[in-house]
């Protein structure tokens, strides 16, 4: 291959992959909104963050936990995490006895 194919394929692929959050990145998310249960913006939120994370990639980790249910936006664009994380409800669930 030539010089320009591979710098061409490199910028390709590295757009691909410019907003990909790593996993410390999408726990830190997690963790800010599992605390706070809701907040009024995006905006906000992403302000209150601990370290400072491109708007983009920020937007994609939302995307990312929507996605998986574990928050869900109101009317008025407020988040809320709705993921169930209860240590109660966990037990519970294990010792519970199934029916048939």
Do not use: C
């Not at 992403?46 to 937007?59: D, G, I, M, N, S």
């Amino acid at each position: 291959m030539t010089a320009s194919v591979l710098q061409k394929h490199s910028i390709k692929k590295s757009a691909t992959y410019s907003h990909m959050p790593r996993l410390d990145t999408i726990q830190m998310v997690e963790d800010m909104l599992s605390e706070a249960k809701e907040f009024d913006s995006k905006n906000k939120l992403w302000r209150a963050l601990p370290k400072q994370v491109q708007y983009k990639t920020f937007t994609t980790i939302l995307d990312y936990l929507q996605k998986s249910n574990k928050i869900i936006y109101d009317k008025d664009g407020s988040i809320l995490w709705i993921f169930v994380d209860n240590p109660k409800l966990k037990k519970l669930h294990r010792e519970s006895t199934v029916l048939r």
